[in-house]
């Protein structure tokens, strides 16, 4: 009898780890609060040595090669809009830079034909019996698996069920975060443009895809704030009010954020877990070490999917063995990762007009830039083991003939085997 893995969450972590435990051979079985696959969000980048030898091996690395963006260049202006800072497209971009959604949705197309996926539906208790963790579900009804992994993000439901308040774990690092797409009226290149004003950022750009639509990335200093994670109306005041009465392009963009029909906003913060794992329970990516924005925790989060199903097959689902492989062998790797989160906001927005004027003296000194450059090629690495297939291996991966829309696939171009179990399981509710 196969084992059965339970995944909460289908961002990057989940979708990852449901692609390698489905060719080992488990059962998976993917949950996500969310109707469907969110489409939007900053782009993500890869870089280095173990970033890409994973992506090779998954099998998806020319496919992201041809969705690469080529990097995104950033332009600072003044309140009074004159360049203050122009970064070069290799700046931020690694060795590729994906659109967030569209790597949502290749890890999905990857896995969706061998592991379930439910949309809709969340954990809402977990419960250790003598033979695995029964799961209780906001909708679903209750089922048992061997298995359970949250690879829910920063603010991880599954962390906060088997390990304790987010609190414990969370560290707010003094800024928040927004992104939303909108019509490109303004006829904006690729890239990023935007107003730097102290403890703030706002910027605009097109999109690499499709020069109709833009997209903006607004960034502010703020203490701890509180509010409903699930309220849009409520996080969309917040950066209204953040960016109140600032000129240049910001109205057009504050007014645009009141038609934008998705906005991603989060706090830029850093999550710290002692221990990755409890009992047959284990965190994955952001929410075992993750930081919101900065500190390459999607490159992380495919690299610890691979391993994480990689030692549970080597362990023949051993979960004690495989854990504590898991998390011995890519702790230190992920927390080096991890620190560029903590400087993303002083970089991005200083917090006083002298802070700003230093990093543009220092970043318009082209000796300075060209040692950061050199200096960010210095990824962390650590030597991955080389995973083997089940004897004779599996059948390879057949993609879908046609593409998936940016929010969702109609359920009529799902693979049969993804409709059939999406509907069992809620006719089990």
Not at 184 to 195: K, T
Request: aromatic share 8%; proline share 6%; charged share 25%.
């Amino acid at each position: 009898m196969s084992t059965k893995v339970l995944i909460s969450g289908a961002s990057i972590a989940g979708p990852a780890l449901a692609h390698w435990l489905s060719r080992y051979g488990f059962e998976v079985t993917v949950v996500e609060l969310a109707p469907a696959l969110r489409g939007g969000g900053q782009n993500v980048d890869f870089r280095g040595r173990t970033h890409l030898t994973v992506l090779e091996r998954m099998g998806v690395l020319d496919e992201l090669r041809a969705l690469d963006t080529g990097g995104s260049p950033m332009t600072f202006l003044g309140a009074d809009g004159r360049r203050l800072l122009h970064l070069p497209a290799e700046f931020a971009g690694g060795e590729l830079e994906i659109p967030r959604g569209e790597l949502a949705q290749l890890l999905y197309r990857h896995s969706c034909a061998r592991a379930e996926y439910v949309f809709g539906d969340s954990i809402t208790a977990l419960e250790e019996t003598p033979s695995g963790v029964r799961a209780a579900f906001r909708h679903g009804a209750p089922r048992e698996f061997d298995l359970v992994i949250g690879a829910d993000g920063l603010h991880s439901n599954v962390r906060r069920l088997a390990f304790g308040p987010e609190q414990r774990y969370v560290r707010h690092l003094g800024y928040y975060a927004a992104t939303w797409q909108f019509p490109n009226d303004l006829g904006l290149p690729p890239g990023s443009v935007g107003l730097n004003v102290p403890g703030r950022l706002a910027s605009i750009g097109a999109d690499h895809r499709d020069p109709a639509r833009a997209g903006a990335f607004c960034l502010f200093a703020s203490p701890e704030l509180r509010y409903d994670r699930h309220d849009q109306e409520q996080q969309k005041a917040l950066v209204r009010d953040a960016f109140a009465g600032l000129g240049w392009e910001v109205p057009r963009l504050l007014e645009s954020l009141r038609h934008a029909p998705e906005l991603y906003f989060d706090s830029i913060s850093r999550a710290d877990v002692p221990t990755w794992s409890s009992g047959r329970i284990a965190l994955l990516g952001d929410a075992a070490c993750g930081a919101t924005i900065g500190g390459m925790g999607t490159g992380t989060a495919v690299v610890a999917a691979y391993v994480l199903a990689g030692e549970l097959a080597r362990a023949r689902g051993d979960h004690r063995t495989a854990f504590a492989r898991y998390e011995q062998l890519l702790r230190g790797y992920a927390q080096g990762c991890q620190k560029g989160g903590d400087r993303t906001g002083p970089f991005l927005a200083p917090r006083t007009a002298t802070g700003l004027r230093v990093r543009n003296g220092l970043l318009n000194r082209r000796w300075v830039l060209n040692r950061m450059l050199e200096l960010g090629k210095q990824v962390s690495s650590v030597e991955l083991p080389d995973y083997e297939l089940p004897k004779g291996g599996l059948p390879d991966y057949e993609p879908l003939e046609s593409e998936l829309p940016e929010s969702e696939l109609p359920e009529s171009e799902l693979p049969k085997c993804a409709r059939e179990s999406a509907g069992r399981f809620s006719a089990a509710g």
